[in-house]
């Protein structure tokens, strides 16, 4: 472009010490017993916590003690005392374990004493013994309060307390982390709903063919000179002071004429010239321009005219019907009108589904994770800047980024809102995904892609979709269940209202 142109695992902060973990670890050589804990965890917006109900429950010799203190905003802290017999058992069962594997100088495979093990190691397998009893304890915690928690907690407390542990002390600690978004869902049989009345006239699909007839045009060279709309092919070469600059000159550069995208002094220089003329043009580069080191400067451009290209609109008739696939410009009127009755319902469908949930939503209460929130403010802060501004530095414009945040937050909180008054509709109701369900969406996916079923549906079941596809789907049977009890009412929508409800459509959350 011319420099002219515009334009996990449980994560136990300070769980175990770093002390002789190594060394263990170097003792029982295949022993497979990490001392190490991978803080890597996928984060998606299901929020399941992945603890396996189905496997064994960890016995405790004493049950742990939990003190809850809910601090809002689906934010916990909890302090949990273990019993000193939990840390006994457990460092004796990790003791064994090592024994059975480990390899010291002088002894066989398995035949260390366990004395000289304990002696050598017991402040790491301690350490290991507390972290085990801190994963269990919180285990334990979310299956007897039946939360939900959308992250690992935070452990406080637990580094100084194994560190300072005497025997027969009890092991204490806090937890600290957030559960999935919680809802006191308004009521969503008997909802009133608008359903938009649509109606394609005839100036709309006059838009479409002008629309189809614009982009079949083509560039003819003429003789004449210049004017908007025409194609100026150019060579030009700009100097400030003398000196060229990046980006300051270009050969056969194809310019629309009135585009705008040259700065106005150069393009007020090439209105009325022909082919094979010349001209000269002062620009400066207005204050804030993209490239600070241009800024404000003044070039010179001299700027040869190589052609001028006129646009030739071809005319509405029976053979440029044919070219578009139809047998006569009727048929391709009436093949115009149908596409655009069949996308008008659409979008009346997709609005009354919308409309729905944003009323069952406006009248429901609800609390959501601070963490949840921050997160996705910022997945839909980058989204909007690289779908409305992309490869443009915003970062630079404080004031523009804090209206893009506001944006992106409100756009997050009612994502966040969204999927959780579906959950708490799909648990109510029973409603859940079946193979049916997915057979009917691969089926429904391949007419529209003109792929076959299978292939559909193995791209909707691939891992980084799977996800997302079950919950389009849940989302579906959940709209589908208010919409067949709502009180659906017809309405003519003014333009504005009409505009009001597809920019709603199109970004829902903002104002």
């Known amino acids: 472009m011319s420099d002219i142109e515009k334009n996990d695992e449980l994560e136990l902060n300070e769980a175990t010490p770093e002390t002789e973990g190594d060394a263990t670890a170097t003792a029982a050589h295949d022993h497979d017993h990490d001392h190490g804990h991978d803080h890597d965890h996928d984060h998606d917006h299901d929020h399941d916590h992945d603890h396996d109900h189905g496997e064994e429950k960890y016995e405790f ?3 742990p003690v939990f003190e809850v203190d809910y601090k809002g905003d689906c934010a916990y802290d909890v302090k949990v005392t273990v019993a000193a017999v939990n840390l006994v058992k457990e460092t004796e069962n990790m003791f064994g374990e090592l024994q059975e594997s480990a390899e010291l100088p002088g002894f066989r495979r398995g035949k260390a004493p366990l004395k000289l093990l304990q002696n ?3 402040k790491a397998v301690r350490g290991d013994a507390a ?3 801190v994963e269990e304890s919180f285990k334990k915690l979310i299956d007897d309060k039946d939360l939900h928690p959308i992250n690992r907690p935070e452990v406080e407390g637990l580094q100084d307390m194994v560190a300072k542990l005497k025997e027969g002390d009890d092991l204490a600690f806090t ?3 957030e559960v999935a978004p919680r809802c006191d869902l308004a009521q969503y049989r008997g909802v009133e709903v608008i359903r938009p009345v649509v109606h394609v006239e005839d100036k709309d699909v006059d838009e479409v063919m002008d629309g189809v007839r614009g982009r079949m045009a083509v560039y003819e060279t003429v003789e004449e000179a210049a004017q908007d709309g025409d194609q100026a092919l150019i060579d030009f070469e700009g ?7 990046v980006g300051n000159s270009a050969e056969n550069y194809p310019y629309i004429m009135g585009s705008g995208r040259f700065l106005k002094e150069f393009e007020d220089a090439l209105a009325g010239k022909k082919a094979g003329e010349t001209a000269e043009a002062d620009v400066t580069f207005p204050e804030d321009w993209r490239n600070e080191e241009l800024a404000g400067k003044v070039a010179h451009f001299t700027i040869k005219v190589n052609e001028i290209k006129r646009k030739r609109v071809p005319e509405f008739n029976d053979e440029l019907a044919k070219e578009m696939g139809h047998d ?4 391709w009127r009436d093949s115009v009108a149908d596409r655009l009755k069949q996308d008008t319902l659409a979008q009346s469908d997709r609005f009354v589904r919308s409309h729905a949930m944003s009323g069952i939503i406006d009248n429901s209460t609800f609390e959501i994770p601070k963490s949840l929130l921050a997160e996705m403010t910022n997945d839909e802060l980058n989204a909007i800047i690289e779908r409305e501004r992309p490869g443009r530095e915003i970062f630079e414009n404080e ?5 893009l945040r506001e944006r992106a937050a409100a756009n997050a909180l009612f994502e966040i809102k969204m999927w959780t008054a579906h959950g708490e509709i799909a648990e109510a109701e029973g409603i859940t995904v079946t193979e049916e369900d997915l057979e009917r969406e691969a089926e429904s996916m391949a007419g529209s892609a ?9 791209w909707m079941m691939e891992e980084s979709r799977r996800s997302a596809t079950h919950s389009n789907i849940l989302q579906k049977k959940v709209q589908d269940l208010v919409l067949a009890h709502a009180n659906i009412v017809e309405k003519e929508l003014t333009d504005d209202e009409a505009e009001d409800a597809e920019k709603a459509e199109d970004a829902p959350g903002e104002e």
């Open 120 to 122: 050598k190691f017991s």
């Open 61 to 63: 010799a004493q049950d």
């Open 399 to 403: 004031e523009e980024l804090a209206k």
């Open 450 to 458: 003109g792929v076959a079923k299978n292939v559909a549906l193995s």
């Open 175 to 177: 937890l600290s982390f």
């Open 239 to 245: 100097t400030i002071d003398g000196q060229p600059f």
């Open 328 to 331: 006569s410009l009727q048929a």
């Open 131 to 133: 972290a085990k009893l």
